[in-house]
């Protein structure tokens, strides 16, 4: 009994902890692309997932997001956007851009959660396989251009950020397929017509 | 599973918000481009220049022999097109290779006798760079002052807000360096940063500044 309601606590609360922890570290964090780019979008990303106890949905909304399309869209454009040296430096000396950045992470991170369940095996392939193979391509082009692409940032962070990027492009595509095996073993075929028999 | 005769409930509504989510991303991207044209800060920078020429806050300069002028004064009274990089004195790794082409850029400049449309103007964003340090550099560049001048600027607020205006930034960097975005910056006699070439365009740069000097007289 006393292990669940401490176990409630630590999921209600745990969301706004990881947002205050963030915004009280956002200096540091920033202070170096790899960090910047590698820790704390990341991590905005879980603390919108964690955050999803206080956030209520109306009902229905569920209607605007079918197989999770429509969250998925937007997952696509905002990491692709974040990837943008020049974004992510204007997110620096902009308060607006950061703000932006806080809100649309944490927000991607509430609806993912949600998104994916609905979403067919099929739909979560073709969106994983496109933001992996993007964030790749991303790094690889951190890594290889000579001249510095953010003027806030060293060119060894950036070769590192690149690295990391094409690391957890790849990271991101093998937990995919972990969670997901299930679905590519063979299976033996069912009579489905009483399931879905409508 | 979902075949496109058995239209759901839920899949108009899905329609329209992945068009709004689409058109949001899309300009988002587009803000965050300048419009598709840039990835980086600098590229960016350097097209917002060429659009609007920028007006060079006022800053006073220290020059090597000691003399200090207000930039816009120096500017207005030299009346040629003026190329302006920023360095550090002390530095080991690009602004060697700018030093270098500003010495050819020297060289270039007398050679095709337009000494008195274009000239080099180096400033240095390093507070310990001071008259003794500067007047060092300019012997081992071997600046002729007719055509190239080093300056430093004492006062620590003016000296940023003048790299602020421009987007310069300086990061300071390992073993004592710094690394910043260096590139030619053409600026006219009204003390407006008028173009942006890269540090490794030096001809472009000189060939820009020749061409607004014969446009502006």
Not at chain 1, 43 to 51: D, E
Not at chain 1, 156 to 176: K, N
Request: glycine share 8%.
């Amino acid at each position: 009994m006393k292990i669940d309601t401490h176990r409630a606590r630590l999921r209600r609360w745990g969301g706004p902890a990881l947002l205050a922890v963030l915004l009280a570290t956002r200096a540091p964090l920033e202070a170096t692309m790899w960090r910047h780019m590698l820790v704390q979008l990341p991590l905005l990303v879980a603390c919108g997932a964690l955050l999803r106890p206080w956030l209520r949905l109306p009902p229905g909304a569920a209607r605007w997001d079918a197989q999770g399309l429509a969250t998925f869209t937007a997952t696509a454009f905002a990491t692709t956007y974040w990837m943008i040296p020049r974004a992510l430096e204007q997110a620096l000396d902009e308060p607006f851009a950061n703000g932006m950045k806080f809100a649309s992470l944490l927000l991607m991170g509430a609806l993912l959660p949600g998104a994916l369940r609905r979403a067919h095996v099929v739909v979560q392939l073709f969106f994983i396989a496109n933001i992996c193979a993007m964030m790749a391509i991303a790094g690889m082009l951190y890594r290889e251009l000579p001249q510095r692409l953010c003027n806030a940032y060293l060119l060894d962070d950036q070769d590192l950020t690149g690295s990391s990027l094409v690391g957890l492009a790849l990271a991101l595509g093998v937990a995919w397929c972990i969670v997901n095996a299930r679905h590519f073993a063979d299976q033996p075929e069912q009579p489905k017509r009483q399931i879905t028999g409508r | 599973m979902n075949s496109p005769r058995t239209s759901r409930p839920g899949s108009r509504a899905t329609a329209f918000a992945v068009l709004a989510v689409l058109l949001a991303g899309s300009a988002a991207l587009y803000y965050g481009t300048s419009g598709f044209r840039a990835i980086s800060t600098e590229s960016a920078r350097r097209i917002a220049v060429a659009e609007r020429p920028i007006q060079a806050p006022p800053a006073r300069l220290a020059g090597a022999d000691g003399g200090a002028t207000l930039l816009a004064d120096e500017l207005a009274r030299d009346g040629r097109i003026t190329l302006v990089t920023f360095i550090y004195a002390r530095c080991q790794s690009i602004c060697r290779v700018v030093g270098t082409e500003l010495q050819q850029m020297q060289q270039q400049i007398v050679a095709r006798g337009a000494a008195d449309k274009v000239r080099l103007v180096t400033i240095s964003f390093d507070p310990r760079d001071d008259a003794r340090a500067l007047a060092q550099y300019g012997r081992q560049m071997n600046t002729d002052p007719g055509v190239w001048r080093l300056y430093g600027i004492p006062d620590a607020g003016e000296r940023q807000r003048l790299l602020d205006a421009f987007g310069v930034i300086v990061v300071p960097a390992p073993l004592g360096e710094f690394e910043h975005n260096a590139a030619f910056h053409v600026m006219d006699r009204g003390a407006r940063l008028v173009r942006i070439l890269d540090y490794t365009e030096p001809d472009a740069a000189l060939a820009e500044a020749l061409a607004r000097a014969v446009e502006e007289t």
